[in-house]
């Protein structure tokens, strides 16, 4: 029984390291082994079949200062499409129900831009320093990305 998986075992490794021979017009043999010789390149054809493409913000932290209780406050952070492909950013998702976010309702074209709106309107427990996040999934990769935002909400 030994024998038996030793034996399916080094086939196995044999047939790993095997390379498929194509014999040309002119009686040559080639290999049928496609190299790889720039992995950039590679991503980039993985990049123009999704379909994805690179976003940068304008900031990835917004300082909102001092704020009230109960007032709202906006934080705008601007995206640019830096890719070859249009950007749709298909989620935007703040991290507590005191923010509210809008996303771009059409995809960015290559070169454009547009902006994320993020309202913060603190709940009567929230005071003091406050830190909120917003996450941010669109076609690129990493495919997230995560905004943040504080303030200091003052007392009343």
Do not use: H, R, W
């Not at 002119?26 to 054809?45: L, R, T």
């Not at 704020?67 to 950013?89: D, E, M, Q, R, Y």
């Amino acid at each position: 029984m030994k024998k038996q998986i030793y034996f399916s075992l080094f086939l196995f490794l044999l047939s790993c390291g095997a390379e498929e021979k194509v014999e040309s017009k002119k009686g040559k043999v080639e290999s049928s082994v496609a190299v790889d010789e720039n992995p950039a390149d590679a991503k980039k054809a993985n990049e123009d079949d999704f379909g994805q493409t690179t976003m940068i913000f304008d900031k990835e932290e917004i300082d909102l200062g001092n704020v009230k209780k109960g007032s709202k406050t906006t934080a705008v952070f601007t995206v640019t499409n830096t890719g070859k492909n249009p950007l749709n950013i298909t989620n935007v998702q703040p991290s507590c129900g005191c923010t509210t976010a809008s996303k771009p309702e059409k995809p960015i074209p290559p070169g454009g831009s547009d902006k994320i709106e993020v309202v913060f309107e603190p709940k009567p427990d929230q005071t003091k320093e406050q830190t909120k996040s917003v996450t941010i999934t669109a076609n690129t990769d990493p495919a997230v990305v995560i905004l943040k935002f504080k303030a200091y909400v003052l007392p009343n």
